[in-house]
């Protein structure tokens, strides 16, 4: 159910851009395009710029991924980071192309996907406490970073964990009974996803 979830999400944002756009009933005042060939400058270029060089360039890619290394972590939610990096990474080069940011945030993708255990567990999380506390939140981050990833650059390993993850399986059982987490709603700004 969630593998036709994504695909449908993925076709919709493949087919937004060929919708023909709709006119506001009351006109916009500001007109934002942001151009995926030409530099973006001004006031939000330099935001785009700020945030490139002094932050997603900058991070602690060891920090990050230290997580899913060594679980179950320094704290319960530190799963949830390489999650939010990847987002944020792949929306900046769709505007930037920036090739270093493109190195970094391959190597962090690949570097994520080898911590996926071979029961499709992609968290950081001890096996006796899967799906308690923050384990549905990190998953829920790492997902969306994955979706992101593959929306920016393509690449069909992105949507591999979400095969074989336990969160997103059929199979009732792979959520522990004595979980209080029999279904889960994902939600983000385009939609909610149920993965029961």
């Not at 006109?27 to 006031?43: C, F, R």
């Not at 505007?95 to 255990?117: A, C, I, N, P, Y």
């Not at 059929?170 to 959520?175: F, K, L, N, R, Y």
């Amino acid at each position: 159910m969630l593998l036709t979830t994504i695909q449908l999400s993925i076709a919709q944002l493949i087919t937004t851009a060929a919708i023909p756009k709709v006119d506001y009933v009351v006109p916009s005042q500001y007109d934002l395009a942001i151009p995926q060939t030409d530099i973006l400058s001004g006031y939000l270029g330099n935001r785009y710029q700020l945030n490139l060089e002094k932050r997603l360039l900058q991070v602690d890619e060891e920090g990050l991924l230290e997580g899913f290394h060594s679980r179950p972590g320094k704290q319960r939610w530190i799963g949830e980071h390489i999650g939010k990096y990847l987002e944020a990474a792949a929306n900046t080069w769709l505007v930037t192309k920036d090739s270093r940011l493109k190195q970094q945030m391959d190597r962090m993708f690949h570097r994520l996907l080898e911590t996926q255990g071979e029961d499709g567990y992609l968290g950081t999380y001890l096996p006796e406490n899967r799906w308690t506390s923050w384990d549905v939140w990190v998953h829920k981050y790492d997902l969306f970073g994955l979706l992101a990833y593959y929306g920016a650059v393509g690449d069909p390993k992105a949507l591999k964990p979400q095969h074989k993850s336990e969160i997103c399986s059929t199979t009732p059982s792979a959520i522990p009974r004595q979980k209080k987490y029999p279904q889960i709603w994902i939600t983000r700004g385009y939609g909610s996803h149920l993965c029961h």
